[in-house]
């Protein structure tokens, strides 16, 4: 059973920025592809971002390409959300998750969804 754990969310005005970090408490943490994605009140959850297993594939989804960005560091078991130019738009509460997969990635469907993290509200006022 793999753990993760998101940390970073917060309260952020429109146009400013935010880091999400998720640690994963797996030790075969670069076996997994890893993804964000965010469910806003009254929406189903939508896919934000994907890294594959070395971190020389990522795919966004359009509305944030451009302002979000993700990374990982294999060394340390964690994923990066960094989001910038945030709107009120991106007020969700932000899900960690793993896919075993080896492989380029275009995109992360939760049906694929190994693991999820417990979530991280970030709100963005207006």
């Known amino acids: 059973q793999v753990q993760l754990v998101e940390s970073g969310g917060g309260l952020v005005q429109t146009g400013g920025s935010l880091t999400l970090s998720c640690v994963a408490s797996e030790s075969a943490f670069s076996s997994y592809a890893m993804g964000w994605f965010r469910q806003a009140p009254g929406k189903e959850r939508e896919f934000v971002a994907v890294?594959?297993?070395?971190?020389?594939?990522?795919a966004y989804t359009d509305s944030v390409k451009g302002r979000f960005t993700i990374s990982r560091d294999n060394a340390k078991n964690t994923v990066y959300l960094q989001m910038n130019s945030l709107k009120p738009e991106d007020t969700a509460v932000y899900y960690c998750a793993a896919e075993l997969y080896i492989g380029d990635v275009w995109t992360m469907t939760p049906a694929h969804v190994d693991y999820w993290g417990q979530g991280t509200q970030v709100t963005v006022s207006s």
């Open positions: 890294i594959n297993w070395s971190g020389g594939s990522t």
